[in-house]
């Protein structure tokens, strides 16, 4: 599958989206974030294709699809 990593700005999160896995469908377009620092998987966002971390790394947003894949809708989350 094909993979985008993002990292915050401030390198403590290292985010891991996942477009496209055929072996495991029901994973598709899951985003994993995992703290650098301490090496612990911090969250697992369903359904979602596209994550993006504010200038100072306290915020980050998530596209989320919804099951069919026919709608995205844009979450905005304060804390990890």
Not at 16 to 40: C, M, S, V, Y
Not at 57 to 71: E, I
Request: charged share 20%; glycine share 4%; hydrophobic share 35%.
């Amino acid at each position: 599958g094909q993979q985008i990593l993002t990292f915050s700005p401030d390198s403590t999160y290292l985010a891991a989206t996942n477009l496209i896995n055929e072996r495991f469908p029901d994973e598709k377009h899951a985003t994993i974030i995992w703290n650098i620092q301490t090496g612990k998987l911090e969250k697992k966002y369903e359904q979602s294709s596209h994550i993006a971390f504010s200038f100072d790394g306290k915020q980050f947003a998530l596209c989320k699809n919804q099951t069919d894949d026919t709608q995205s809708a844009i979450e905005i989350f304060s804390h990890l």
